[in-house]
């Protein structure tokens, strides 16, 4: 089974920084199959990264993501006060999909 | 518009079960894959059951199964998830879950989920 693992567990920024979220898979995966789903409090998670680069409908444009093989990366270019949630990566393509631990991103 | 409501959540004591529903509309149910995904308190989100779209396949979590199972009517728009068995690490946000038609195991739209509390 195929492990992703997320780092930083936090991070602590302003509005209108620029995060860098990092998903690290145990071993090398189609960037086909890499998501990223957005988790506010109190709601269910949203799509906004499939095929590791392309956005999901309604998605802004100041969400992007990039990598292939072991390392794949999302971020967010400016952040806006509707932002900051917990991230979540996942492999899918087949039965399990895995879901990364999750990286929050929090007012500093 | 995709809507997607689950039910049936609550209190259980161990060993005992429980069903949850999901009511699908805005989209063709029955051309669809759907999942239940979980979420202990606090914890990260971990992927229970996939069902096809014409219920011919069903996989489940090792961590469910034998004790679970997934199944839909596609005539009432419905997917289920039966419960047996219940442990307290089956504590969880139960959430169900549309998959791509484009992909496997791609989730494009989530319920708001059902919380599922087992303890004595």
């Known amino acids: 089974e195929i492990v992703l693992t997320q780092s930083p567990g936090t991070l602590s920024l302003s509005p209108g920084e620029r995060a860098t979220l990092s998903c690290r898979a145990s071993q090398s995966v189609s960037s086909s199959y890499v998501a990223w789903y957005q988790q506010k409090p109190g709601q269910a998670p949203r799509l906004l990264i499939y095929g590791a680069s392309s956005r999901a409908t309604g998605i802004p444009d100041r969400f992007s993501g990039s990598g292939s093989g072991t390392d794949f990366t999302l971020t967010i270019s400016r952040l806006e006060p509707e932002d900051f949630a917990v991230f979540y990566c996942?492999?899918?393509?087949?039965?399990?999909?895995?879901f990364g631990r999750g990286t929050k991103v929090e007012i500093k | 518009q995709v809507h997607l409501v689950e039910s049936g959540g609550g209190v259980a004591q161990p060993g005992r079960s429980l069903r949850l529903s999901c009511a699908a509309s805005g989209f063709s149910f029955s051309s669809y894959g759907m999942h239940w995904v979980r979420q202990a308190p606090g914890k990260g989100l971990e992927w229970v059951a996939v069902?096809?779209?014409?219920?011919?396949?069903?996989y489940l979590a090792d961590s469910v199964k034998g004790r679970f199972t997934i199944s839909r009517d596609n005539l009432k728009n419905t997917v289920y998830l039966q419960m047996n068995s219940l442990r307290a690490d089956d504590t969880a946000v139960y959430y169900c879950?549309?998959?791509?038609?484009?992909?496997?195991?791609?989730?494009?739209?989530w319920g708001q989920g059902t919380l599922v509390t087992v303890s004595s």
């Open positions: 069902i096809w779209h014409d219920g011919s396949n069903q």
């Open positions: 879950a549309r998959e791509s038609f484009i992909v496997t195991g791609l989730l494009d739209d």
């Open positions: 996942q492999h899918y393509g087949y039965s399990p999909g895995t």
